[in-house]
């Protein structure tokens, strides 16, 4: 487990894949600028099975053991990592996702060979930049 101040990440686990598929399959979890995806809890469970070791996802937990979201790293083109992640609605705004990208950003530096991490995000979501911007992630393009 990666702890933080006010939240930590856990190692998602093959349990989590029910709750996981109702954050999933909920619109507002995605929000408005990520295109909802649909999937099954098994089709959940089969890519759970299949996630290569350069993809790892977390379940972030604030201290009382709530689960909040998911965020995780996984390898793009050009064998770079990327991370992605995304809160319960109700939990947006209070510092949590600011706090999890920065756990999440320093295990990667410390524990893996990378030259950079990065990420993407639509223009118009200024929150997401907000949560990157205060991780230190510079924008570029």
Excluded at 22 to 34: C, F, S, V
Excluded at 110 to 129: E, F, G, I, Y
Aim: aromatic share 10%; with cysteine; glycine share 8%.
């Amino acid at each position: 487990m990666l702890e933080g101040k006010n939240v930590n990440l856990r190692v998602e686990e093959k349990e989590d894949v029910k709750l996981v598929a109702e954050w999933l399959n909920n619109p507002d979890y995605w929000g408005e600028y990520l295109p909802l995806i649909q999937q099954s809890r098994t089709e959940l469970e089969k890519e759970y099975d299949a996630n290569p070791p350069e993809t790892k996802w977390f379940i972030i937990e604030k201290k009382d053991g709530s689960k909040i979201g998911s965020i995780g790293y996984f390898l793009t083109t050009g064998n770079l990592l990327e991370i992605g992640y995304s809160l319960i609605p109700s939990e947006r705004g209070k510092g949590y996702c600011t706090e999890a990208a920065k756990i999440l950003v320093d295990y990667m530096f410390l524990s893996k060979s990378v030259p950079r991490v990065q990420t993407h995000t639509d223009v118009r979501n200024v929150a997401s930049q907000k949560v990157l911007e205060k991780t230190g992630f510079k924008k570029r393009g």
